[in-house]
Nanobody, 127 residues
Framework: QVQLVESGGGLVQTGGSLRLSCAVS??????????MGWFRQAPGKERELVGS????????YYASAVEGRFTISRDNAKNTVYLQMNSLKPEDTAVYYC??????????????????WGQGTQVTVSS
């Protein structure tokens, strides 16, 4: 079974930075064959897409709320995807999840298009 393990969350002040990592392991097709997504879920809210990255890292999408502040990257040699978060705001507070996108998925924002999820890591931004 594929495993996704996020790390790097924590408490940071407004304007600060954090870098999340998501390490992927397990059987099946190579990590480098999959697009990956980062999602977040704040208390009382639905899980929302933060951004996604295609298999090569050449095509990256960001939600408007984070564009210009967050950067997604990947290292296929390390089976790892990253989320660099700068200029953090209190409204970025949420549990952040990485997920592996199914090849048949047509909409990167649709959570049902992802077949494997990490356990999540808490990011808290204090004002």
């Amino acid at each position: 079974q594929v495993q996704l393990v996020e790390s790097g969350g924590g408490l940071v002040q407004t304007g600060g930075s954090l870098r999340l990592s998501c390490a992927v392991s397990g059987p099946g097709r190579s990590f480098s064959m999959y697009s990956m997504g980062w999602f977040r879920q704040a208390p009382g809210k639905e899980r929302e897409l933060v951004g996604s990255i295609n298999w090569s890292g050449e095509s990256i999408y960001y939600a408007s709320a984070v564009e210009g502040r967050f950067t997604i990257s990947r290292d296929n040699a390390k089976n790892t995807v990253y989320l660099q978060m700068n200029s953090l705001k209190p409204e970025d507070t949420a549990v952040y999840y990485c997920a592996r996108r199914s090849p048949a998925s047509r909409n990167p924002a649709n959570t049902s298009g992802y077949d494997s999820w990490g356990q999540g890591t808490q990011v808290t931004v204090s004002s």
